[in-house]
């Protein structure tokens, strides 16, 4: 049985980790800035992976950790590399014997500044000392109601106009990624994951409509910037790594009902 430790654990994709490393009979506790929930039968620790505290007793005795910490806005991106260093750091001087990380497909090919400062978090796990895996996935399923849900309110739905995507279920990122934290003969490199099935925007934003039942027209809005061209390009796609088996349709089921 592994100790594992799971970074930002109270987070979209986390918690199912935490999920899954708990059905396969494994032991987890979870990082986090603020502290665990009360009651919770799950031991969480409280760290800051970017003054390093609290991240000794986190790591002490753990055997794999799975990062899953994310940094969307300008004043949270300093945990992407700053976090990273220090969580690996002090992860190699507690003698974990892995670090696997979530990442972005294509990350690498992108100019926008959030997939640039992702792109530098997989540097530090590529350069560190103890052994480390990167797991690049496809826009989670959540991604489309993300968009579409705060302008629906105003009547108008928008799609990204000649934009498909590869959503994928977080169950099945956590699978990845705990396949990569307990596998026995896993090389030091990434794995590409994607959904099980391409579909444009539109399609999507359509299917999410009709299974909330929110009113409104779906509307085909252009994406400016390197974003809309690297979606336009199908850089966010990966149709001949088809992991998840969860499809979008599957997951608005069970998300609504």
Not at 86 to 113: C, K, M, P
Not at 201 to 220: I, P, Q, S
Not at 243 to 255: K, M, N, P, V, Y
Request: no cysteine; aromatic share 6%; hydrophobic share 40%.
């Amino acid at each position: 049985m592994a100790q594992a430790l799971v970074a930002g654990g109270t987070g979209t994709a986390g918690r199912q980790v935490v999920k899954e490393f708990l059905a396969r009979g494994h032991s987890v506790r979870v990082l986090t800035r603020h502290g665990g929930a009360p009651g919770s039968e799950i031991a969480h620790f409280h760290g800051d992976l970017v003054t390093g505290d609290g991240l000794d007793e986190a790591l002490d005795g753990v055997d794999v950790v799975v990062d899953t910490t994310d940094g969307k806005t300008k004043g949270t991106r300093a945990v992407l590399e700053k976090g990273a260093e220090n969580l690996l750091a002090t992860a190699d001087g507690a003698g974990v014997g892995r670090a696997v990380l979530l990442s972005i497909v294509n990350v690498d090919q992108a100019e926008f500044a959030y997939y640039q400062a992702k792109r530098t978090q997989e540097r530090v796990y590529e350069s560190a000392a103890m052994e480390t895996a990167i797991v690049r996935a496809t826009q989670f399923h959540d991604f489309i109601p993300m968009i579409a849900k705060p302008a629906s309110r105003a009547g108008l739905i928008p799609a990204f106009s000649k934009t498909s995507f590869q959503t994928i279920d977080t169950r099945d990122v956590a699978t990845a990624l705990v396949d990569a934290a307990l596998a026995t003969d896993a090389p030091k490199g990434t794995t590409t994951i994607g959904g099980p099935e391409v579909r444009t925007a539109r399609d999507l934003t359509t299917a999410w409509k009709k299974a909330t039942g929110t009113h409104g027209f779906v509307v085909n809005v252009p994406l400016p910037g390197a974003l809309g061209q690297f979606l336009r390009n199908g850089s966010n796609l990966v149709p001949d790594n088809r992991f998840g088996t969860i499809t979008f349709d599957r997951w608005l089921a069970e998300s609504i009902h």
